[in-house]
């Protein structure tokens, strides 16, 4: 298993350098984008450069739990992780409709389509060890961990250490490395 997830950890950066935006446009009703299984690949390794605090689970049978709202990368991520475990615990994805339901979650992926509720999202995981990733433009600003973005043609990603930290989140530096560092702006005073 450790090889495999090396394996797929080399493959998403490797995405990360070589993807192009023309490769990203939908190919069609039942065939999932590149962006899709891009943006999969990286959800599954940031849960693997990321230290949950033990109190994070139940108990050490506890499954790791992936959540995605508005998803949109279509089923890709369930087959990016079938097989798969993270610290000897299996990995699990479900499908949120509501915030209310944030909590049981270690990783959660908010999608472009969900992106107005963002800020609602990320208050319902404040003050749990739960690492917020979306696509939002105003992701950070409003507290995210992670955010998507696109430099040029490729797909890249922003951190801010500081949310993930105030979440009892430790983010591997080898990750930070890879990330363009991102801090929220400070908003004007009124």
Not at 151 to 167: H, K, L, T, Y
Request: with cysteine; glycine share 6%; hydrophobic share 45%.
């Amino acid at each position: 298993m450790i090889r495999r997830a090396q394996g797929v950890a080399v493959l998403a950066i490797w995405m990360l350098i070589e993807t192009s935006a023309s490769t990203l446009a939908p190919q069609g009703p039942s065939t999932p984008t590149v962006e899709a299984q891009v943006k999969a690949a990286f959800l599954f390794n940031f849960a693997q450069f990321v230290q949950w605090p033990g109190a994070a689970f139940q108990d050490r049978n506890s499954p790791f739990t992936m959540c995605t709202i508005g998803d949109s990368i279509e089923g890709v991520l369930e087959k990016t992780i079938d097989g798969e475990t993270l610290d000897g615990r299996r990995i699990v994805v479900h499908r949120l409709t509501s915030p209310e339901n944030v909590r049981a979650c270690h990783l959660i992926y908010v999608a472009r389509p969900e992106a107005r509720r963002s800020m609602e999202i990320i208050a319902a995981a404040s003050g749990v060890p739960v690492l917020t990733v979306g696509d939002s433009e105003e992701f950070i600003n409003e507290g995210g961990m992670i955010r998507f973005t696109e430099a040029g043609r490729r797909i890249r990603f922003e951190i801010n250490p500081d949310a993930a930290a105030d979440a009892s989140l430790r983010v591997s530096s080898r990750l930070l490395r890879l990330a363009d560092i991102a801090r929220p702006r400070q908003r004007a005073a009124r």
